[in-house]
């Protein structure tokens, strides 16, 4: 059983006197008994975040970077165990937990190399004075992360703000307490970054709604970064602006591949099968539909199938060679059931799995999905997708749009002008041509629209969110005041 040493506040290692369980979603075996926080360790950990954030805010930006790249070497030189710890609490596949900390460790460094840029700009002045818009830290940062990519969707919303100069409040979800939060004071801790400025809370799904009312309401946060459903995002978004307080809310989506007539097929093939089923389809900017185009339809359709029926499903921790592990909960296995049990029932036909065995679902390919499905509406987040025909790119772009959710999208095509054409269509914080719709990287602006979210993740864009606009003058030109005064 994996030893959980308390949260992590102000540089203090915390227990608590509840705990709770964190499984293994392959074997639903305890994994480790993670802190069970309530408001007053929130509490704790905001007031140590406030209280650390003037020095580390003064800190030269040099110091706050140098220290982000001490943690980006710690996550690779660790990189064997977290991947063990990653599989072994997120269920996931042994390459997917090699790329995410990999991946991580880039985050971190592209943190450390936005301090090198400029943090605001010089205006003009009509009275001669010098007039600065600049950008500064605005104290402490809430962070509220997701289970499907912890390490990678934790770091990203907290690297950007803390090197620059903000200090954090961590919340990793109850799934992964370890991997997605106190895995991250262990490296800051070894880092040698100063007390306080990373703090880290865990908490149950019955304690949740108190912790999280506390990281959004409490006078000291100022920011809140989340990444997760859209009914979660959108009571947070609210429950911000109620506040007055910034809130980068990354949240769900609904995305299609679009394959056009003139696709390279073996592009196109491996962009739908890696975009439907990596991480079990649990990924936001996973392929849940795949709309191609009905010449080729038939010839696509037949090599998914093939391609699909390849991929090996089972325990992650115990057989390298499976890709697809469990989902991550059984609330989770059952929604995604009820998704192909009521497009079966409306009359649509799976063409390749459909079987659910406990946490573990097969991936899934179904024909003859419709508007009235659950699974044409609803986000997924399971290995489950469906194909569906179209005749004309305008048709390609309707169905695509015909969802709440503005996360991502995918175009394959030869013709990048047709492509670029289609991509200002469609409502897609991001659109990538010739490849799938899961697509990152720490520097790019990363966010969607609609019901996907408001604000970006990502290099200069992260900083922006997550700071304070200040326009201070120098008086050289002596304006004059109206002579009555």
């Known amino acids: 059983m994996h030893p959980f040493k308390g949260n992590y506040i102000g540089g203090q290692w915390v227990p608590t006197d509840r705990t709770f369980n964190d499984l293994n979603p392959s074997t639903g075996d305890i994994w480790g008994k993670a802190p069970d926080s309530g408001v007053a360790e929130t509490r704790a950990a905001i007031r140590a975040a406030q209280e650390a954030f003037p020095a580390w805010r003064d800190l030269p930006y040099t110091e706050r970077s140098a220290y982000m790249l001490k943690v980006a070497d710690i996550f690779e030189k660790r990189k064997p165990d977290i991947v063990k710890a990653v599989q072994a609490e997120g269920g996931g596949w042994f390459g997917k937990g090699m790329f ?15 301090n090198y840029n400029a943090i605001g700009e010089v205006l003009p002045s009509e009275h001669g004075k010098v007039s600065m818009a600049m950008r500064q830290p605005m104290g402490v940062v809430t962070v509220i992360s997701p289970w499907n990519m912890p390490l990678i969707l934790t770091s990203r919303g907290l690297s950007f703000p803390c090197a620059t100069g903000n200090t954090i409040v961590l919340k990793p979800s109850e799934d992964t307490p370890y991997v997605g939060g106190l895995m991250f004071a262990e490296i800051f801790e070894e880092a040698g970054v100063p007390p306080g400025v990373l703090n880290v809370v865990t908490c149950s799904r019955e304690s949740v709604t108190a912790v999280g009312d506390e990281l959004i309401e409490n006078p000291a946060v100022k920011g809140i970064s989340f990444t997760g ?34 696709a390279d097929m073996e592009r196109a093939l491996s962009a739908a099968n890696f975009g439907s089923f990596m991480h079990q389809g649990q990924i936001c900017m996973s392929v849940e539909k795949v709309l191609v185009h009905e010449n080729i339809y038939d010839e696509f359709l037949r090599k998914f199938i093939a391609r699909a029926a390849k991929l090996k499903m089972g325990d992650t921790t115990t057989d390298p060679s499976n890709v697809i592990g469990p989902l991550i909960n059984d609330r989770q296995a059952a929604r995604v059931k009820d998704q192909i049990d009521d497009a079966v029932a409306k009359g649509a036909k799976v063409v390749l799995g459909g079987g659910v065995q406990g946490r573990f679902v097969e991936p899934t390919i179904m024909t003859g999905v419709t508007p009235d499905m659950k699974l044409y509406q609803d986000e997924t987040f399971g290995p489950v997708v469906p194909v569906i025909p179209f005749s004309t790119d305008d048709e390609a772009i309707a169905i695509a749009n015909d969802t709440e959710y503005g996360l991502s999208s995918g175009i394959i095509t030869a013709n990048e002008e047709r492509a670029l054409h289609m991509a200002r ?18 520097h790019v602006p990363f966010g969607g629209s609609k019901a996907s979210g408001l604000g970006n993740h990502g290099g200069r864009w992260s900083v922006e969110t997550f700071s304070q606009t200040r326009w201070i003058t120098l008086d050289r030109g002596g304006r004059p005041y109206p002579p009555v005064f």
């Open 100 to 114: 995410e900390v990999g991946y991580t460790a880039g985050v971190f460094r592209a943190a450390a190399a936005m």
């Open 229 to 262: 459903s859209t009914p979660v995002g959108r009571f947070i978004a609210a429950k911000a602006g109620a506040h007055l307080k910034k809130a980068c809310v990354e949240l769900g989506g609904k995305d299609s591949l679009i394959v056009c007539d003139d």
């Open 425 to 442: 269509l469609l409502e897609t914080g991001s659109c990538h041509v010739n490849c799938s719709s899961i697509n990152d990287e720490p």
